[in-house]
């Protein structure tokens, strides 16, 4: 597996428009799924007067977390094909959403299906797209005389210190590159005093 994934850096907008009906995309990342939630209430919540607001979202290091939604569109014509555009992307840890505001046309299944595609696809192009590294967390005990060893390790592993405390036990909590985490705790099982928590 891959240490790394393709993300979006910030929020960003598309739009779409056929036979009067407008298609209004907005793409975030996405830290965690109670996100999505709160950002599908404050898009109802300003586009009130739009007919449908359809979503599809993808999570984790390889969109393993995922779901989407028609919003009462006919069933796969709205989440579906916004998420084959994060798919076919392959980005992760984003929510795309798609209002929709009614032309009095309708479209079709196809047409629907190309509009949420389209729109979807604008808010991706607009959107810079960066990769990320997958990271560990890892958390160790150790004695104060092996702090110059397992800090050394730390430095030469290029790990993130996220939370340290020096007492009679210390105790410290690393971020670090999944690909790299087993090199590293191999290495601090050299030094006697440490323990993995």
Request: hydrophobic share 35%; aromatic share 10%.
């Amino acid at each position: 597996m891959s240490d790394t994934y393709y993300t979006i850096s910030a929020p960003s907008e598309g739009v779409y428009k056929e036979k009067g009906s407008r298609f209004l995309a907005f793409a975030y990342p996405l830290g965690d799924e109670s996100e999505v939630r709160q950002l599908l209430t404050a898009l109802k919540k300003k586009y009130y007067d739009a007919r449908h607001h359809c979503f599809a979202y993808r999570l984790g290091a390889s969109g393993e977390i995922w779901r989407a939604s028609d919003d009462g569109e006919p069933s796969g014509t709205g989440g579906k094909p916004i998420l084959g555009q994060l798919t076919s992307k392959n980005l992760t840890c984003v929510a795309i959403f798609v209002v929709r505001y009614f032309g009095g046309i309708k479209l079709g299944v196809s047409g629907l299906i190309n509009a949420y595609r389209t729109a979807a696809a604008d808010a991706i192009a607009n959107a810079e797209i960066i990769e990320q590294e997958v990271k560990d967390t890892l958390t160790l005990k150790y004695s104060y005389d092996d702090m110059n060893p397992i800090m050394k390790i730390i430095k030469d592993m290029q790990a993130e210190i996220v939370e340290q405390n020096f007492d009679s036990e210390c105790y410290i909590k690393l971020r670090i590159r999944a690909g790299k985490t087993q090199e590293l705790k191999s290495r601090l099982s050299n030094v006697d005093s440490i323990t993995l928590i």
